[in-house]
Nanobody, 123 residues
Framework: QVELVESGGGLVQAGGSLRLSCAAS????????MGWFRQAPGKEREFVAG????????PYANFVKGRFTIFRVNAKNTVYLQMNSLKPEDTAVYYC????????????????WGQGTQVTVSS
């Protein structure tokens, strides 16, 4: 069992940056594959970025195009999403999720979810 708490969202102008954090409870954070997803109003939740327990990331969503970076600090039980060159279409609630060992792009394959953090990008 793991609990996830996201933070770092907010309002930013287009072209700006934000760093999202996802803090996990428990002492076994290092065994979890972690994913970042987002959900805009009226749209389905979609994959953004993922990183396995070993620290290797899986390919980012196409819309990221080199703007976002996922990384984790196991000593802090935290995974991060650094977002640069933000666009208005990046506006969404961002969620982190965990599953055993590997990361995938599918919402249904994650066992644990945070409550989400709102990111709003103004034009």
């Amino acid at each position: 069992q793991v609990e996830l708490v996201e933070s770092g969202g907010g309002l930013v102008q287009a072209g700006g940056s934000l760093r999202l954090s996802c803090a996990a409870s428990g002492r076994t954070f290092s065994r979890y594959g972690m994913g970042w997803f987002r959900q805009a109003p009226g749209k389905e939740r979609e994959f953004v970025a993922g990183m396995s327990s070993s620290g290797s990331n899986i390919p980012y969503a196409n819309f990221v195009k080199g703007r976002f970076t996922i990384f984790r600090v196991n000593a802090k039980n935290t995974v991060y999403l650094q977002m640069n060159s933000l666009k208005p279409e990046d506006t969404a609630v961002y969620y982190c999720a965990a599953r055993d060992w590997t990361a995938t792009t599918k919402v249904s394959e994650y066992n644990y979810w945070g409550q989400g953090t709102q990111v709003t990008v103004s034009s």
